[in-house]
């Protein structure tokens, strides 16, 4: 059964520490980056809807996506974006109001009291399966960094999934020697748009894993992946994802880039009107 998602509200005294804010003074602001990374972690954590959060910090669905997909020429454009501050503020007054007045600390009071009633046997979520023995037809990836993230998001709501527990799951062996093998998951989780994080060691594996996840859950393939398997077949290719909308390519006269009917990134040509000179 599908966990429901959690709706947030203000309390009457969630403006009340502004003027500090704005001032800077005694505040640690976080980047653009981290404070995407923290927004993500608080909303999978405690399964809150990204719209309700959005009316508690103040801002519309275009000004959010904009700041958490991180598509802007400079990176520095980010700071201008009213998410930034306006989450950030809710991050940072949070911690200072008291119980009563805090929604993360209700939040944490609340997945306690469920946690130690058992919110009956189907409250507690499973851990991650072992996928360990399952064989996959090829090491090709199906899935963009974004929806690997969708993907880890889902197992976030469905299992005991914390970064630390998906990267031991998705490799054991690099986890167990580094001290920290969650951090790699969290850079990875806090990238943005369809690319973000496709350089990024984890993403790889991290596919395969959500792969073999959906072989374990014995989940049919989408369309989209279907496409995908149909089309590298053709062409003896690894799988076309896309074009990286963050990447500069280079095109000749008369093509443009295009959404095709998977949703990819591609180029195609277009016609081109001509005049021919006529002679007198």
């Not at 090709?140 to 998001?153: G, I, M, T």
Request: net charge positive.
């Amino acid at each position: 059964m599908p966990v429901s998602k959690t709706t947030i509200e203000r309390s009457a005294a969630y403006h009340d520490l502004w003027d500090d804010w704005a001032s800077g003074v005694g505040v640690k602001r976080l980047s653009p980056q981290a404070l995407r990374g923290k927004i993500r972690t608080f909303l999978q954590k405690y399964n809150v809807t990204a719209t309700s959060f959005q009316k508690v910090i103040g801002v519309n669905s275009n000004t959010y996506g904009t700041f958490m997909t991180g598509k802007y020429k400079h990176a520095s454009s980010a700071l201008s974006n009213g998410t930034y501050w306006n989450a950030g503020y809710f991050f940072w007054s949070d911690e200072q109001l008291n119980q009563q007045d805090s929604i993360i600390k209700k939040l944490k009071a609340s997945a306690s009291a469920a946690e130690k009633a058992g919110d009956g046997a189907a409250g507690k979520k499973p851990p991650l399966p072992d996928v360990s023995a399952i064989q996959l037809d090829s090491h090709d990836v199906y899935l963009n960094p974004k929806e690997v993230r969708a993907e880890v998001s889902t197992l976030k709501t469905k299992y005991k999934c914390t970064n630390l527990d998906l990267a031991k799951a998705v490799w054991p062996e690099k986890a167990a020697a580094t001290s920290q093998p969650g951090a790699p998951v969290g850079r990875f989780l806090a990238q943005g748009g369809e690319f973000g994080g496709e350089e990024m060691d984890f993403y790889r594996p991290c596919a395969l894993f959500c792969e073999k996840v959906r072989v374990f859950e014995n989940r049919p393939k989408s369309k989209k992946r279907k496409a995908l398997e149909e089309e590298a077949q053709a062409t003896g290719r690894a799988p076309f994802l896309g074009l990286n909308p963050n990447k500069k390519y280079w095109m000749g006269p008369g093509n443009d880039f295009k959404k095709d009917e998977l949703g990819r990134l591609t180029t195609h040509a277009y016609a081109r009107l001509t005049t021919h000179a006529r002679g007198w």
